[in-house]
Nanobody, 115 residues
Framework: QVQLVESGGGLVQAGGSLRLSCAAS????????MGWYRQAPGKQRELVAA???????KYADSVIGRFTISRANARNTVFLQMNSLKPEDTAVYYC?????????WGKGTLVTVSS
């Protein structure tokens, strides 16, 4: 089992920055990729960014150039640095770690960007 706990959400004005963190515990040796998803009210959950244990990252087109995903300790901590935030970035952000074909999720952290 893998447990994921997010932190770092909050209220920020448009153009501001936030840094999200996700700490994994449990069977962390089994984790390879980790990622961030978000879900805005009335919308489907979508991938924001993901990173492998080797450091290869991918991003949603809407956040390229503004968000950066990174990892510490190879397997158990992932960060999302969010710059130049826009009101449309407002959502609950979830940490994700797929392990042996099963998705593990955190409870989410709310990011609200005011215009």
């Amino acid at each position: 089992q893998v447990q994921l706990v997010e932190s770092g959400g909050g209220l920020v004005q448009a153009g501001g920055s936030l840094r999200l963190s996700c700490a994994a515990s449990g069977s962390i040796f089994s984790i390879n990729a980790m990622g961030w998803y978000r879900q805005a009210p009335g919308k489907q959950r979508e991938l924001v960014a993901a990173i492998t244990s080797g450091g290869t990252a991918k991003y949603a087109d809407s956040v390229i150039g503004r968000f950066t995903i990174s990892r510490a300790n190879a397997r158990n901590t992932v960060f999302l640095q969010m710059n130049s935030l826009k009101p449309e970035d407002t959502a609950v952000y979830y940490c994700n770690a797929p392990v042996r074909g099963m998705d593990h999720w955190g409870k989410g952290t709310l990011v609200t960007v005011s215009s």
